[in-house]
């Protein structure tokens, strides 16, 4: 069973950076999708940025687009996601996400449905 092990979060200042990673338990090979969502208080989880590993292909959403950067390091089966620029309305529970190498590409932004695997979840507070 594939395990998504998240780190990373906390809090800091309006403008501040942080860095979130996610690692597969078995190997990066198992998931043809990684990525990142987030969830605000009251609402839906929106996806906001991944990478389909078994097409080479990136989506990073328009809100975070020049502030977030994701990138994968294969070797480790971890998944990072870079936040610099951070807002106050960046604040939220992040979680890591994954697909199923067998199901193939999801989505752009993915649906929660398309999701085999989620992480616990991590929780980023930026302060004004």
């Known amino acids: 069973q594939v395990q998504l092990m998240e780190s990373g979060g906390g809090s800091v200042q309006a403008g501040g950076s942080l ?11 198992s998931v043809y999708c990684i990525g990142w969502f987030r969830q ?11 990478i ?5 292909r990136t989506y990073v959403a328009d809100s975070v687009k020049g502030r977030f950067t994701v990138s994968l390091d294969n070797a480790e089966s971890t998944l990072y996601l870079q936040m610099n620029a951070l807002k106050p309305e960046d604040t939220a529970i992040y979680y890591c996400a994954a697909r199923k190498w067998e199901y193939g590409m999801w989505s752009d932004p993915p649906r929660k449905s398309e999701v085999t695997y989620w992480g616990q979840g991590t929780q980023v507070t930026v302060s004004a």
């Open 19 to 29: 860095r979130l990673s996610c690692t597969v338990s078995t190997y990066i090979y």
């Open 40 to 50: 605000f208080p009251g609402k839906e989880r929106e996806g906001i940025a991944n």
């Open 52 to 56: 389909c590993i078994g097409n080479d």
